[in-house]
């Protein structure tokens, strides 16, 4: 009687699952997948490859030419040095925004958390003509930075101040507090809880967001047309300098900087990721 009750082992005891592939996607979610390539091939990839066609269509000749030239090289050179100083300075303040709109308690705070989206809402354009109208030649407060790579900086502030921040909040919001008291309770310093506990689980969306307002950065248009002043070798961003490109009729020129952009994008972005892959693992 008791052979009866011994249960099978091995393969018989239970059937495994498929391992992971393509064959093992069900109906549904296979058509999910073949819709959403689809779409990311039209919207994404076919415009890169077309871009891209342009660049080397004359051959790597007028390529290599356009990125040495000197005036299009300082326009580079200006607008990823610019794109790197602002995506620094949002990775502070913008966590410290999401921060205190977290953690802290105040008057107003409902108010300053639907501002921090104003720069999302409002057109490029009009957001320089707000810059203009209170940093140009007639302002209010006495401040000019139009056509100065000051005014370069301060409209890129403008319009990536969100993206870090929204990144960062919902991490927050999820952390509960009592990890900070726990910490607290078992003797560690208030850096050491924030070193060890919180920033690993706030880098990858800190690295998000930093991603996010680089590549807004490196493509802005709108804001700097009016603020900018567009003078070669002091304040031509490489967006101008596309504009200029195909203005003269050089779409050779206009794609490959736009073919540059985004090479440094991509690369930008990878560091990122992988630098906040490793801070949350030594975390």
Known sequence: MSDTLVQPTGPARSKR???????SLTPTSGLGLGIALVWFSILVML???AVVGVTVEGGWGPFWGTLTD?????AL?????????VTAVNVVVGTIIAWVLVRDQFFGKRIIDVIIDIPFALP???AGLVLLSLYGPESPVGINIVNTRTGIFVALLFVTLPFVVRTVQPVLIELDADVDEAAASLGASRFTTFRRIILPSLVPAIAAGASLGFARAISEFGSLVLISGNTPYKTEVASLKILKFLEGDNQTGAAAVAVLLLLVAVVVIVALDLISRRVARRG
């Not at 000197?70 to 300082?74: G, I, V």
């Not at 050179?77 to 100083?85: G, N």
């Open 70 to 74: 000197p005036q299009t090289f300082a």
């Open 77 to 85: 050179r200006l607008t990823v040095v610019q794109a790197l100083l």
């Open 17 to 23: 699952r498929p391992s992971g592939g393509l064959f």
């Open 124 to 126: 490029t354009i009009v």
């Open 47 to 49: 415009p890169l490859a």
